[in-house]
């Protein structure tokens, strides 16, 4: 006990030592937080912009008649301001998307997590990756000068157009900004993001359900097909959610190739605006604060974010129902 | 035909040769993804890379389609991409850090998280109404190369959090618990154990990030990204102390996708001849950036056995 005061001295240097650790930890903690809360940030941001801003053209015009008005000329004279055509455009050039995505993404996902051999799947995968990385201003230019033409080239099939051949089975002719060719290029690139998710799902089957199946006496494709496609339901659901939202809010294939006038059809051989070509269009030309070009944009943005929101829902309560556990 | 010898084989069969054209459909299916990604590329370099040349990469847009070339674009691309690798990748990682090792199981990291999953399906285009409303209005930051950098930055964000959580995750907790053994505090634990494991997997994260902002177009022309640009920012080195200028940060821009935007969307031939040499290089950049991505994770996964 000679040493008694430089034990307390010891001790004393030792909390001090402590306290600014555990200041300091507290300090660094404080600032991963604020990172953290970063992201919330922009989403509370985004929300409050596009209803502050889009709120003066609601001044103008009632909502009953921005959802049902059939004519989208907010800056002509006299403007008319109903949104249907370009939710129109939006829907059309989706459904041409959804149409080659489902199937092509449902399938490659399969066959990969069920049929193929893993040396092809090694090739496979980052083939699928590469096109879900390619820019998508390349797609568009994609779409206009090489689908759209082999399209056309399609719709001629004897050197004669198949409206003036058979006017009465195809009225209509294919124009060369339309929503076909568009919808087609946005479909081959959603194919690697459902692939991608919904093979993941199947692939987390526990294969104890596989094994079961071939021991009744199933083949591999009723094993894929009616076992492992059901159990993984819930995340297949999940990845379709995610291509439809990427459908919706892709913007510059269609601002390319599907020309940018708002028209109310459901016709896919027709171009058309959507609710981004539109948001692109207004935006190339110069739009100050404040003006009427501003608020329709914001007003667009909103319908947008709802309709992405709107989808994200119904995929949850839908994977959720849907959800299998083992 | 139940019972019988022949009418089970005869099931057999039939199912058996479901299966087999199952096999082929999907093999056709990768086929026709493949076909297409060698059709995008051919068409591009059948059209662009005869416009590939010196001058090209040397010359500022022009209205003679043969004059013009994409030295702005590409300065204003690589000066863009500085800006939000600086913001993404601190404030990504970050938070990664934070959600998977630090955060508690309340609703506030409940909520950060739904948040991050749903930020990731907002349309890109809604980033650049956003940019447009907060950085341009509000925060009077201008059609500028600092606005472009932060737009984008929030747009990759998602991606940089998620791959840094995935990395953290994969990473045993015994050399967590053994950090806490000898004494380390928490960030101690966190900086010199559990980061330099994970920065491998956190990189492919990153560049997978920045592969697709160097792509992204929509949200720049919202914010009134310029497609003429013809002078270069100003230099980021000075001769005189402190030998660095953030000026370029203040200066207009125009990046790669928006220079081939404004091509293609011309309708004489010569200028969509022109787009197609940036999109030469605008695939070749991603096509290049996703193989390191690629590569880099196929042999941390190899390299690393737990």
Known sequence: MVDQPLAVAARSLFYRKKRHRDLRQRFIEVLLFLAALSSVLTTIAIMVLLVTESLPLFEKVSIIEFITGRDWAPLFDPPRYGILPLICGTFVTSMVALFVAIPMGTIAAMYLSEFAAPKLREVAKPVLEILAGIPTVVYGYFALLFVTPVLQMLYSPFGEKLSEWLPDIFPYELEGFNMLGPGIVMGIMITPTISSISEDAMRAVPVELREGSYATGATRFQTAWKVVFPAAISGIIASYILGISRAVGETMIVAVAAGLQPTLTLNPLRPAATITTYIVQVSLGDTPHGTIGYQTIFAAGLTLVLLTLFFNVIGYFLSRRFRETY | ?306
Request: glycine fraction near 8%; charge should be positive.
């Open chain 2, 1 to 306: 035909m139940q019972g019988s010898l022949a009418g089970v084989r005869g099931n057999i069969q039939r199912r058996q040769l479901w299966s087999a054209i199952f096999a082929i459909v999907g093999l056709l299916v990768l086929f026709i993804a493949i076909i297409v990604l060698l059709a995008l590329i051919l068409q591009l370099a059948i059209q662009g890379v005869p416009r590939l040349s010196w001058a090209f990469f040397t010359s500022f847009p022009s209205s003679k389609a043969e004059e013009a070339g994409i030295l702005s674009a590409l300065v204003g691309t690589a000066l863009v991409m500085l800006v939000t690798a600086f913001t993404a990748i601190p404030i990504g990682i970050a938070s990664g850090i934070y959600l998977e090792e630090y955060a508690r199981k309340n609703w506030i990291a409940a909520l950060i998280e739904i948040n991050v999953t749903n930020l990731a399906g907002v349309p890109s285009i809604v980033y650049g109404l956003l940019a447009m409303g907060l950085f341009k209005s509000a925060l009077q930051l201008g059609e500028s190369v600092l606005t472009a950098g932060l737009t984008l930055a929030l747009l990759i964000l998602p991606v940089v959090i998620v791959t840094t959580r995935e990395a953290l995750r994969a990473i045993p907790s015994g050399l967590r618990e053994a950090a806490y053994a000898l004494g380390a505090s928490k960030w101690q634990m966190v900086w010199d154990h559990i980061l330099p494991y994970a920065s491998g997997s956190i990189l492919t994260g990153i560049i997978i990030g920045l592969s697709r902002a160097i792509g992204e177009t929509a949200p720049l022309i919202t914010i009134g990204a310029l497609t003429f640009i013809s002078f270069l920012p100003p230099s980021p080195f000075k001769s005189d102390f402190p030998f660095l200028s953030f000026d370029w940060v203040r200066s207009p821009f125009t990046v790669m996708p928006i220079q081939m935007f404004n091509w293609v969307s011309r309708p004489e031939p010569e200028f969509q001849l022109n787009a197609a040499a940036a999109g030469v290089i605008l695939v070749a950049l991603t096509l290049l950036m996703n193989g390191l991505a690629i590569y880099l994770r196929y042999r941390f996964r190899k390299g690393v056995k737990w």
